[in-house]
């Protein structure tokens, strides 16, 4: 059993959910069936986070990219959403739904659904879980220019040199409500970014593992946090200069 520090859980924790095709397939089953299973494993490790006291859990669960698998399994996929999303995991957990992404590519049925559930859960306190649907990072920045630029035709001091900041983009992107990750987690075995949150990752401990996300446990996620708990963040400062801090 892995021991944890309570007091140095991350505050936020994001998760590429990376496995359920292959998953399925190593079983002769379709990939609707990993992605069901997968389901399962959303929930426990949503029960999970919110019982170690993880703020924010966002969870890239339909890329952009998604879109070029085959039609089936992207209706699928989208079924899958429109289930999925009861009120039982958030309400007996008392978390909060949010979801990030180009929604207006979704279908009607499941856009509706996510705007209920968001509705329904806005007052839940725990914990945030922010589904990134229809989502990929390079979309979101550009979405992000959009709008500054859009501001500044009407505002034209909010394109001046001064008024471009970090801090300007920030606030325009899809995440602007919550803080950024301090865990990234990836499931399956592959070790890559796959265009999320690329701005938000800058100073993010990154974390990968074999396990298939439908076999992703609950120790596994203690295992993850606990390889997060003995590493030193240092946000471009040296070893010194940190230890320094924490004195």
């Not at 957990?93 to 659904?113: M, S, W």
């Not at 970090?166 to 070790?191: A, H, V």
Request: aromatic letters at 8%.
């Amino acid at each position: 059993m892995v021991e944890l520090d309570m007091n140095r859980i991350p505050q936020h924790i994001a998760i590429i959910m990376d496995g359920n095709g292959r998953w399925a397939s190593e079983r002769g089953k379709e990939r609707s069936y990993g992605h069901q299973a997968g389901v399962d494993t959303v929930r426990r490790i949503t029960s999970e986070c919110t019982r170690l006291g993880v703020k924010y859990l966002t969870l890239y669960t339909f890329s952009t990219e998604n879109w070029n698998r085959p039609a089936d399994e992207v209706a699928a996929l989208m079924g899958l959403v429109l289930s999925s999303l009861e009120d039982e995991i958030f309400m007996k957990n008392n978390v909060r739904f949010r979801v990030i992404g180009d929604i207006h590519r979704l279908p009607e049925a499941v856009q509706k659904k996510l705007h209920e559930t968001e509705e329904h859960t806005a007052d839940n306190t725990a914990m945030t879980m922010v589904v990134a649907l229809s989502y990929s990072a390079r979309w979101e920045i550009t979405e992000a220019m959009k709008r500054i630029v859009r501001m500044g035709q009407q505002h034209p001091e909010y394109l001046s040199d001064e008024a471009i900041t970090e801090t300007l983009i920030s606030q325009n992107l899809e995440t602007s409500f919550m803080p950024d990750p301090d865990l990234l987690i990836r499931t399956g075995g592959e070790i890559r970014i796959s265009n999320f949150l690329l701005w938000q990752l800058a100073y993010t401990e990154l974390y990968f593992c074999d396990t298939y996300w439908p076999d992703f446990s609950e120790e596994d996620l203690h295992k993850a946090i606990a390889d997060y708990q003995h590493r030193q963040r240092r946000f471009g400062k040296t070893e010194a200069q940190v230890e320094n801090e924490n004195k």
